[in-house]
């Protein structure tokens, strides 16, 4: 229904469920007496509509898109109600008190009610509730001692309610059988209540709060099967004895960043499945990392943290990962997530000899490594040696190889010097290397050589490798060449003779035809599509690199502070489509080639201070869809070029300071759909011939206050020139 007219009792006589949407349509007082009537759902209408409440036999109740300062008392009137949901309705603060004669609700939720504040303590004469909801109420306080009342309740969620601090300091009573406890988002929740009567809990979700310590009675209770303990980033410790929750399958721990430690014990949740983070420490109430010998069930992601205190690796080996068939992800730390840092004396073999025993299970998918102090790769990731560990020894053997790995990220391994004579990884798709000062040599072929040099038993070590990350790695050379099946190539403050190889390596690419050809007088063509270099030294002489990118699609350049111009050999890049250059300080002209790229769609030119202009040959560029303009201090007018580019769509201009005026010409780009113009306080007005623009879609104006005043809709004095654009924002 959604028309405005009375409803009379005839309509009622066997109707079973209502559904109201908008509009004002009333109800007569036969409706009370309605039998049939058991569902009525009531959505973005208006007040009036709550007369329906007089219906004595509803059984299920949804209001939602309502706004109302006053939950209706007609509510109490409906006493076989058994479901009420009140969803994304706001303005009433409360419950009225009445809602506890409601003796047959058995299911109640309120999502996204924001200014609701609290329970009335009536709700604890609502017996029979199973199940109460309350999701995203912004300003829920506080709940009732009376819930403790509730001997049915099954489902307690308060979630997402981040003005929540604490529940009733007791929570004793008879909620003898509540299976799910859930406070997940309450980030300012600190402490849990000090007893809590409930010996039936399966199910206890804490992620997202601002608890420091587990309370002991959470070890008493012997039904728990999960705990979620996601992002809780103050929590610093767990209960001595939760080793006792032998029904245990989920303590997820992911994101606990002060965790100092995992409690003695703790090995004996053997049913535990997912887990998420274990803390290696070496005090005497400190669990041991042996102490995951017989989690076999773990599956999922798993970091460990604090490698650096493990002192004997035989440990190590003895926690079994490689058994763990059902892990997916696995992250290997040396130092602490809480950032508690202590001094260590450094040797490097034993770090070597921990991270040989840690070998990972040949199922795996993610494995990332940080902080590693070891001299080389672990057994398990190199051609020649087998991973099993026992004293000290290693079995000369081919080692599994991982088949699932699709990504693999090494992080803050100072000295490591060599990547060579690496197994091969067939499935490994993202390859991270970052934060390595004494990384020489990366070998993309499993034996360390060139195709050419040893024709038997050459493999790639990546042959299905789409996209590469170096950073921080200022000594490191690709060997022979970068896999040719690499897509992305991120260069973050590395080697330039990554993108500007000296003689003696002159190729960074292969492809079949250097196995048939021994000349290397013409550069391979390659399928690179995307390629971004940040912080890199490299001046524009050089850049070898991009000769043999004949296929690249996307180029970004950023803070690359000794650019001064752009290198000829970006010309052989005749199907770019994204140019972005952005910070790149001593930058202070485009080069005239410019408008040789005529597969160009995207060109952004941001925080360049020296650059004035655009080259005469942009108007070349037809594909030309979006232009990005930021940071120009010294423009003083919009490139003349600019006005040729037909198949323009959004122009953006953007703390372009010294520019007074856009040219009349501007109504000539017949495509432009959206036009920005941030901080250019000089502008004093727009040229009329805006008016042409009878494509543009969006006009956006923003930190310019004179022309923002003069646009601003309906009361700007030229609102008039810019009225046929339909959506205008000043501000």
């Known amino acids: ?56 036999y509803l059984g299920y109740l949804e209001i939602c898109h ?5 939950f209706p008392e007609a509510i109490s009137g409906c006493w076989n109600l058994q479901a009420l949901h009140v969803m994304y309705c706001g303005g009433f603060m409360r419950l009225p008190e009445s809602i506890g004669k409601l003796r047959k609700l058995r299911n109640l939720e309120l999502l996204i009610c924001n200014d609701f504040e609290s329970l009335p303590q009536s709700i604890g004469d609502c017996r029979e509730l199973r199940s109460l909801q309350l999701y995203f109420c912004a300003n829920l306080r506080e709940m009732p001692n009376s819930i403790c009342k509730l001997e049915n309740l099954k489902v307690l969620h308060i979630a997402a309610s981040p003005a929540m601090q604490q529940l009733p300091s007791k929570m004793v009573g008879e909620l003898s059988n509540l299976q799910t406890l859930n406070l997940s988002g309450c980030s300012n929740l600190k402490d849990l209540p000090s007893t809590f009567a409930c010996c039936r809990l399966h199910n206890l979700v804490l992620s997202n709060t601002n608890i420091t310590v587990l309370p002991q009675w959470i070890t008493l209770i012997g039904t728990l099967e999960c705990i979620e303990l996601e992002y809780c980033t103050e929590l610093a410790e767990l209960p001595t004895d939760i080793g006792n929750l032998e029904r245990l399958e989920i303590l997820n721990l992911q994101g606990c960043w002060r965790l100092c430690g995992m409690p003695l014990g703790f090995g004996q949740l053997i049913r535990l499945r997912r887990l998420g983070l274990f803390v290696v420490r070496c005090g005497e109430n400190d669990a041991s990392i042996l102490e995951l010998e017989n989690l076999d069930m773990l599956c999922g992601h798993l970091e460990i943290t604090n490698l650096r205190y493990l002192r004997d690796p035989i440990y190590a080996e003895k926690a079994c990962l490689k058994k763990k068939k059902t892990l997916k992800c696995l992250k290997l730390t040396w130092w602490s997530s809480s950032g508690m840092e202590e001094e260590l004396v450094l040797d490097m073999e034993h770090d070597l000899d921990v991270l040989c025993a840690l070998e990972p299970p040949p199922e795996i998918t993610v494995l990332e490594i940080c902080g590693y102090r070891g001299p080389s790769l672990p057994c398990w990731m190199m051609k020649q040696c087998d991973s099993s560990y026992l004293d000290g020894s290693f079995n000369k053997t081919s080692p599994p190889r991982f088949n699932g790995l699709t990504q693999l990220m090494l992080e803050q391994l100072p000295n490591l010097k060599h990547m060579q004579v690496l197994v091969e990884f067939p499935s490994l798709k993202t390859f991270n290397l970052q934060g390595m000062p004494s990384l020489e040599e990366l070998w993309t072929t499993t034996s360390g050589l060139d195709i050419g040099e040893e024709e038997e038993g050459v493999r790639y070590c ?48 292969h492809t079949h035809a250097d196995e048939s050809s021994s ?25 070898e690199l991009l000769l043999q990118l004949t296929k690249l699609e996307t180029l970004e350049i950023r803070l690359c502070d000794d650019l001064r111009e752009l ?29 040789e790229l005529r597969s160009l769609r995207e060109l952004s030119i941001v925080r360049t201070p020296m ?3 655009l080259p005469q040959s942009t108007k070349d560029l037809t594909s030309l869809v979006e232009l990005k303009v930021v940071g120009w201090v010294n423009l003083s007018q919009l490139p003349e070029a600019i006005q040729h580019l037909s198949s323009l769509q959004v122009l953006s201009l953007e703390g372009c300071g010294a520019l007074s005026m856009l040219p009349d010409w501007i109504g000539q780009l017949s495509a432009l759909q959206l036009l920005r113009i941030d901080r250019c306080t000089a502008l004093q007005s727009l040229p009329h011939s805006i008016k042409c623009l009878t494509d543009l879609r969006s006009l956006s104006i923003t930190g310019c206050p004179v022309l923002a005043q003069r646009y601003k809709k309906e009361v700007g004095d030229d609102w008039h020139h810019v009225s046929h654009i339909p959506h205008v924002m000043c501000y």
């Open 66 to 70: 309502i706004s109302f300062t006053e």
């Open 1 to 56: 229904m959604s028309s405005a007219e009375k409803v009379g009792k005839g309509l009622f006589d066997k109707v079973r469920a209502i559904y109201v949407y908008g509009g004002d349509t009333s109800f007569d007082k036969s409706i009370k007496s309605s039998f049939y009537i058991r569902s009525v759902i009531l959505q973005s209408t208006v007040v009036g509509q709550f007369s329906i409440l007089k219906s004595e």
């Open 462 to 509: 990546f042959p299905v490798l789409s996209a590469l990350f170096i950073g921080n790695c200022p000594k490191l050379n690709v060997k022979p060449y970068f896999p040719q099946s690499l897509e992305q190539l991120r260069l973050v403050k590395s080697n330039e003779h990554l993108i500007s190889p000296d003689g003696s390596s002159s190729r960074r690419f």
């Open 567 to 595: 290198p000829e050999s970006m010309r052989s890049l005749k199907f770019l489509q994204r140019l972005h250059i952005d910070a790149c300080s001593t930058l202070d002209v485009l080069p005239e080639w410019l408008g």
């Open 611 to 613: 650059i004035a202009s």
């Open 519 to 543: 000349s290397c007088g013409t550069l391979p063509e390659i399928h690179l599509k995307k390629l971004k270099l940040e912080e890199m030294t490299a001046s524009s002489t050089g850049w």
